[in-house]
């Protein structure tokens, strides 16, 4: 590649990967669900693959073979101009580094930490690749959003280390929300939950994949062995649903009402 990459402005979420145990059935699930077709990546932390929608590279599986078997979740990437700097800025705020910083062949420089509350996220310094601007189009992830007991609790790491504003958002669900924003522009949310965070899972990051029909999406989920987490229901943005691969891997599915709109707010309940 010759020309120019555009890099996502810091803090940006820019690009969702899962770690899978069967790399061969996560393919087939999401190829199915999605309509991705994959393409082998790097090898850096073991065999891994490129989900490609259309023109788009969207998403990454890697596997995890080793690894114990659980609840896991999509995991999304937040973009930095310096993967080392944010790093330190990390253990500084009081998370915690568990991958790298690593470079990933030419394509860039990654990272995977966590929070103080313990929710993993990734960081992505782009050199080639520079990851998936959400466009709306389905297929797509189309927001992020960490699920914890208390999101005003762990704010302060999020602005020290990203530079992200808050705001607050009456949610239906009555849960304490915050919109994430970085130069005025919303890109993220945070939901505190309180005591209705899952005591086996912990906090967690949710990503959202844009569909045509959500009840359709839900349905296919489970026709491919997957489960239904929450069902499908009306938000102010679309109709939106939880759900869980065939290994137990949770994500969210939405039919936005306005693509170009609602990729720019938080999916209120």
């Known amino acids: 590649m010759t020309e120019a990459v555009t890099r996502p402005a810091p803090g940006t979420p820019c690009w969702a ?6 790399l061969a059935a996560g393919q087939k699930f999401y190829s199915e669900l999605f309509g991705w077709e994959f393409r082998e990546g790097p090898r850096q932390t073991g065999p891994f693959v490129r989900a490609h929608f259309g023109d788009l590279v969207v998403a990454g599986l890697g596997e ?6 659980g609840l896991g979740a999509w995991l999304p990437y937040l973009a930095t101009d310096d993967a080392d700097a ?7 705020s009081g998370g915690t ?12 420089r990654l990272a995977i930490a966590s929070d103080p509350s313990g929710a993993a996220f990734g ?5 080639l690749h520079s990851g998936t601007e959400p466009d709306g189009r389905p297929g797509t992830a189309v927001w992020d959003e960490l699920v914890t007991r208390s999101a005003h609790a762990v704010r302060p790491f999020y602005r020290a280390v990203f530079g992200f504003d808050t705001e607050r958002v ?18 993220g949310g945070m939901r505190g939950v309180g005591d209705e965070l899952p005591s086996d899972r912990g906090p967690y990051w949710t990503t959202y994949f844009s569909v045509t029909d959500a009840d359709d999406a839900a349905r296919r989920v489970v026709e491919l062995g997957g489960q239904i987490l929450r069902d499908p229901r009306n938000s102010p943005y679309g109709r939106l649903a939880h759900v869980a691969d065939s290994e137990g891997a949770a994500f969210a599915v939405v039919q936005l009402t306005d693509p170009s709109d609602a990729v720019t707010r938080p999916l209120r309940r």
């Open 17 to 22: 990967s899962l770690r899978v145990h069967d």
């Open 64 to 69: 995890a073979r080793h690894e114990p078997s």
């Open 86 to 92: 944010t790093c330190a800025r990390i253990r500084e």
């Open 97 to 108: 580094v568990a991958v790298g910083p690593l470079d990933s062949g030419e394509d860039g």
């Open 123 to 127: 960081i992505w310094q782009a050199g």
């Open 170 to 187: 009456e949610a239906a669900s009555g849960n304490e929300y915050l919109a994430l924003k970085l130069d005025g522009r919303l890109v």
